[in-house]
């Protein structure tokens, strides 16, 4: 057993929505449902399950089968979409990091577009895990970069500096969280379950890197555009009123494939792989300080 089920903090956690939660579950899931549905604008669109699921951490592996299946369900009754949501487990002697040349980014914003693309983000608003600087060289002041040029890339005077949620150590944003909604896997890759966040944006509000995203409405997407392949903790289609980050395509690479941006930068900018494997490529970056294929 996963010892942090029996975590006395999140047993101790007494918030907001685990009242909730438990008063749903002593009215009955249809009564609540009906009962707080005027609360908020979006509580309409939370199923009753969903508002008396237990954390992440507290499912067992059935009634994790059983949640995975019904929002299969509410993606093909809501986007017209057949999908596949799995439960990657952090694999034992692996924590996954990044690397990134800065002298050989162009600024071509690749890595972006997969990231909206993979992750079935909010077509309208062209969201994405990752946002690239475009700044003046000698220069690291991030409030000086722009992230929104649309002239041809790269300009002579410039660098172009990708930015994405960095994984942190010691995640500030996993301190702040009222109800334990985000944590940290043994992997390194910082999650958030979607069903257990109340959107106080706390976290959003506690990133030094601007990393996470809310959604102030339900996202939009064509059937069509949705990625079918998706993960309780990645890319499954997020609600409307929660908050969502990169998560190193964990769908991908929790199944041995590389992050979805990897794939699509042409300049060979990006490295990934296993921090704890001496002859992984990443680690020899970090060693040597120079790129393998450059």
């Not at 707080?36 to 604008?41: K, L, S």
């Not at 490295?271 to 494997?277: A, I, P």
Request: charged share 20%; hydrophobic share 35%; proline share 7%.
């Amino acid at each position: 057993m996963d010892p942090s089920v029996n975590d006395p903090k999140l047993e101790a956690n007494l918030s907001r929505r685990t009242v909730l939660k438990g008063f749903g579950a002593m009215l009955g899931a249809a009564a609540f449902a009906k009962a707080i549905a005027p609360i908020t604008e979006w509580a309409a669109n939370i199923s009753a399950e969903e508002f008396v699921q237990k954390h992440y951490k507290e499912l067992s592996p059935i009634d994790l089968e059983i949640i995975l299946n019904r929002l299969q369900k509410e993606t093909k009754d809501q986007y017209g979409a057949d999908v596949t949501i799995k439960d990657y487990k952090a694999q034992p002697g692996v924590t996954f990091g990044y690397a990134l040349n800065l002298s050989v980014c162009n600024g071509c914003r690749k890595c972006a577009e997969a990231c909206h693309i993979e992750n079935n983000h909010d077509r309208p608003s062209n969201q994405s895990y990752i946002r690239v600087f475009e700044m003046s060289k000698g220069s690291m002041d991030m409030e000086k970069g722009n992230a929104h040029y649309d002239h041809p890339v790269p300009q002579p005077d410039k660098f172009y500096m990708p930015v994405q949620c960095q994984q942190c150590e010691h995640p500030p944003c996993v301190d702040v969280c009222p109800v334990e909604a985000t944590w940290k896997e043994p992997d390194g890759i910082v999650v958030v379950d979607y069903n257990w966040c109340i959107g106080c944006r706390y976290c959003e509000a506690a990133c030094p890197y601007h990393a996470r995203r809310f959604n102030w409405t339900k996202p939009k997407l064509p059937a069509s555009a949705i990625n079918p392949n998706q993960s309780y903790l990645s890319n499954r289609i997020r609600p409307q009123g929660v908050v969502e980050k990169c998560h190193f395509c964990l769908h991908r690479t929790r199944n041995g494939r590389l992050p979805a941006c990897l794939e699509a930068c042409p300049t060979g900018a990006r490295v990934f792989g296993n921090l704890l494997d001496p002859d992984s490529e990443v680690r020899q970056v970090l060693a040597h300080g120079a790129f393998l294929n450059q």
